[in-house]
């Protein structure tokens, strides 16, 4: 197995203050634990981290996989592949994952944070900037047409200010 290190570390891997107190916690004790070779308390504390996620998120559902799959349709930005590995790795109740090894354990923590960083954090600035781009239309005088694709948003291709307006609105439906 390939050691994949990119010289300048991807922005999600440092928690961001957005994320939640008791994630950022048990993802850096999970990071401690890791470094130090203790495997079973960073299994631990990574798969606490999920099932804190999922709590925090209100997923629903009556086993791990409903609630993760709850958590997945709540946010359909968020890549199904992170989704598969919490999946796969993330389910503290299976007696067979009890401790994960140390590239299971980093590819678990890693997705993690990514996860993290798109629900706290792309997702508000993606609501950030579609509130920004909508006052700016709103505050033009007149009806304004905007030419848009009608394969991308289902609408004509010349599509009223209004419509064009509250398309995509929501942080998670934004691509």
């Known amino acids: 197995m390939s050691d994949v290190r990119p010289s300048v570390a991807p922005a999600f891997l ?3 203050t957005r994320v939640p107190a008791t994630l950022r916690d048990l993802l850096v004790e999970a990071d401690g634990c890791l470094k130090s070779g203790f495997l079973t308390g960073a299994t631990a504390c990574a798969q606490r ?3 804190t996620l999922l709590k925090l998120e209100d997923s629903e559902g009556g086993s791990f996989q409903a609630r993760l799959r709850s958590l997945s349709d709540k946010y359909p930005a968020v890549a199904q592949v992170l ?3 919490l999946m ?3 389910d503290e109740t299976v007696p067979d994952e009890s401790k994960l090894d140390a590239h299971r354990l980093q590819l678990l923590t890693v ?10 954090v792309l997702g508000p600035e993606r609501s950030e900037r579609i509130q920004y781009v909508r006052r700016l239309l709103e505050s033009l ?3 304004i047409e905007l030419e848009q694709s009608s394969s991308s948003t ?5 599509a009223p200010r209004s419509a064009a307006v509250g398309a995509s609105s929501s942080p ?3 691509a």
């Not at 997705?111 to 706290?120: F, G, N, R």
């Not at 289902?154 to 010349?158: I, N, T, V």
């Open 83 to 85: 989704f598969a590995v």
């Open 111 to 120: 997705t993690l944070k990514a996860v993290m960083y798109e629900i706290y």
């Open 14 to 16: 440092a928690l961001d």
């Open 88 to 90: 796969h790795f993330g």
């Open 141 to 143: 005088e007149g009806n």
């Open 172 to 174: 998670t439906s934004a």
């Open 49 to 51: 981290a999920v099932q």
């Open 154 to 158: 289902g609408r004509s291709a010349s």
